[in-house]
């Protein structure tokens, strides 16, 4: 199969007349968006080409069950991104439904339609030794270090999003309860404990390096009430969290560290410890567990390379 758009020449087919009648209802009864009506011809005039070119196929009643997914499959082996693969099937979906309902074959070949599997992406994350190293790093002396000391350890420490970060207030910060509240996405609040080297960074900060930058501020109360500052007392931006943090990481030789990884980190480093999936998924303010268990996959590699670097057997 070859990816080109340029159809070649031919007679038309049972399956050009289905297709252009399928499009003229797509945009005429259905009232598509235009660039909808497009993309979908697209999807279809190369759907044909390969039923006629690459399957032989010129009649509707010639589609079985199952060829829909080949034509899939074959997206896929030439390198069609998973969105365009999905958008294809609904094509596909849709087509076939149009002509089974006009009465054009006696069977919808794409209505139990498969997409192939989509490959999973495990997210990076770092050895306990990197993360020793990364928050061990001596930091700048003066209020600006003692905030990006505070930034790296809560980060990992207590597994918050950028945003997250971002958005803590004072009145969030409760340390006689040993906690923290947190707003995540959909403004869902939930309670994260915050302690030892986080607690301590944190704390230092609030009590010398803070004041100093909240007195540059001139903005608005409700900046000054932000945890983290800039050095003219702006609340911190995500964007200069992301440079914070990917600086100290080219200090340690870890290129292309982003907050996102420490809480990756946080995660798999607490399963490993022996936390259970459910407590880890309150702690990141997953609203499924089917999110957290990613990290399952993760543990399982770690468990997998220790049992290969340990056991007297595994390598003969």
Request: hydrophobic fraction near 35%.
């Amino acid at each position: 199969m070859t990816d080109d758009r340029q159809s070649p020449r031919h007679s038309p087919t049972e399956i050009d007349r289905a297709i252009s009648e399928y499009l003229t209802w797509l945009a005429v009864e259905k009232g598509a968006a235009t660039l909808t009506v497009e993309a979908y011809s697209r999807d279809l005039r190369f759907y044909r080409d390969w039923l006629v070119n690459d399957q032989g196929i010129t009649r509707l009643d010639q589609i079985k069950t199952g060829v829909p997914s080949a034509y899939l499959i074959d997206l896929a082996l030439i390198g069609y991104a998973a969105s365009s693969q999905e958008r294809a099937a609904a094509s596909l979906r849709s087509f076939h439904r149009f002509c089974y309902r006009e009465g054009f074959g006696e069977f919808d070949p794409a209505v139990k339609i498969v997409l192939p599997k989509k490959p999973q992406i495990l997210p990076k994350t770092l050895s306990l030794d990197s993360v020793m190293r990364l928050l061990d790093q001596k930091f700048p002396l003066g209020p600006p270090g003692y905030r990006d000391k505070a930034i790296m350890e809560v980060l990992y420490g207590c597994g918050l999003r950028v945003s997250e970060l971002c958005g803590l207030d004072r009145d969030f910060v409760l340390f006689d309860e040993g906690y923290l509240r947190v707003f995540g996405k959909g403004s869902k609040e939930r309670i994260v404990p915050i302690s030892g080297k986080a607690y301590t960074a944190l704390n230092e900060y609030l009590d010398l390096g803070r004041p100093f930058l909240h007195n540059k501020s001139k903005h608005e109360p409700q900046e000054k009430s932000a945890v983290f500052l800039n050095t003219r007392g702006r609340r911190l931006t995500r964007q200069a969290v992301f440079l914070i943090v990917a600086k100290y990481g080219r200090k340690v030789e870890i290129n292309d560290l982003h907050p996102h990884m420490l809480r990756h980190s946080f995660a798999t480093h607490l399963l490993e410890g022996g936390a259970d999936l459910l407590s880890i998924q309150e702690l990141l303010g997953h609203s499924s567990v089917a999110t957290t268990q990613i990290y399952t996959h993760i543990d399982i590699e770690h468990m997998q390379t220790e049992y290969l670097s340990a056991h007297p057997r595994a390598r003969m």
